[in-house]
């Protein structure tokens, strides 16, 4: 393990950052569609990126990009901005935004499992404890939000089967993602997978003919500011502290504390929108709290 923890605490600082990028899309959503919003915050993501690599690497572009590099950073763009967040939505339209959540913290389960198999990486019987305890307590935040008569689980196997994918994508993304980058620049991946991802959904976009709800929320302007904002803290500076947590630390155990998000979002809405706690909710999250800790061990 890297002694200066480069990849767990770019991982925590990720998951930071998307809870702060998922309030905005959420809102913005909210007001016009979560499709059209995931593909202009790749648009404003390609736009930010491509000004941040100027001023940090004195290149615009990734251009001193290996062809390999190309190849899977851009199926990992594709894999997991596209056909993920796709399945990822359809699951929050059919299942509730919890079930999907938690559906999606078996990521670093299949992370782990991707990252024995194709890099080789092992984890210390620490680092399991480690997860397995974040995972749980994850599990438990989730399923204990809200009031008591919104508990009841819809089973809808279609939409279950949306949320292991978009579970799969964001694994299967990651691996990619790793494979591709090596020792190469974590941002300058980043807008690799970000270009191929533009590309991705102007395809999907031509298929389903979904220009209109594109034109409906260029048209709202308070929503296209706040996917503007979403996409500088996710696509661009969450992502990119993603690629480097992998890049420094074993994948299952950055996706683990990535994971952590449903759990940070309780003491900003306590602060801020003055939620009142709830005592699982506070119990998954020292367990959580707990199994983080541990990987940094």
């Not at 990521?107 to 749980?136: K, R």
């Not at 709800?213 to 979403?230: E, H, I, N, Y």
């Not at 696509?235 to 890049?247: R, T």
């Amino acid at each position: 393990m890297n002694p200066t923890h480069t990849g767990e605490l770019s991982a925590l600082l990720t998951a930071f950052l998307w809870v702060v990028s998922g309030t905005f899309f959420e809102r913005a959503s909210k007001r016009t569609s979560s499709l059209a919003v995931s593909f202009l915050r790749m648009i404003f993501g390609l736009a930010i990126i491509s000004i941040f690599l100027w001023i940090y690497r004195g290149n615009p572009f990734a251009t001193d990009a290996s062809p390999s590099a190309w190849m899977w950073l851009s199926i990992s763009g594709v894999v997991g901005f596209v056909i993920g967040d796709v399945f990822l939505f359809e699951a929050y339209v059919r299942i509730g935004t919890r079930i999907t959540l938690l559906l999606l913290s078996l990521s670093p389960v299949l992370t782990g499992i991707l990252s024995y198999f194709i890099f080789g990486e092992t984890l210390e019987p620490l680092a399991v404890l480690g997860i397995a305890l974040t995972l749980a307590g994850i599990a438990v935040v989730i399923l204990t939000r809200g009031e008591k008569k919104n508990l009841k689980l819809r089973v809808d196997p279609y939409g279950v089967f949306c949320g292991l994918m978009g579970a799969v994508g964001q694994s299967v993304g990651l691996i990619l993602s790793k494979q591709g980058m090596r020792d190469y620049d974590p941002f300058a991946a980043t807008q690799i997978r970000i270009i191929a991802s533009v590309a991705g959904f102007v395809l999907f976009f031509l298929v389903g003919n979904h220009w209109q709800k594109l034109r409906v929320l260029l048209k709202d302007g308070q929503s296209t500011r706040m996917t503007a904002a979403g996409a500088l803290f996710g696509p661009v500076l969450g992502v990119g502290f993603s690629l480097l947590a992998i890049q420094n630390a074993p994948a299952a155990v950055a996706s683990a504390i990535m994971s952590i998000m449903p759990v940070l979002i309780i003491p900003i809405n306590w602060l801020a929108f003055r939620e009142k706690l709830k005592w699982f909710e506070v119990l998954g999250a020292m367990v959580t709290v707990v199994g983080v800790v541990l990987l940094y061990l």
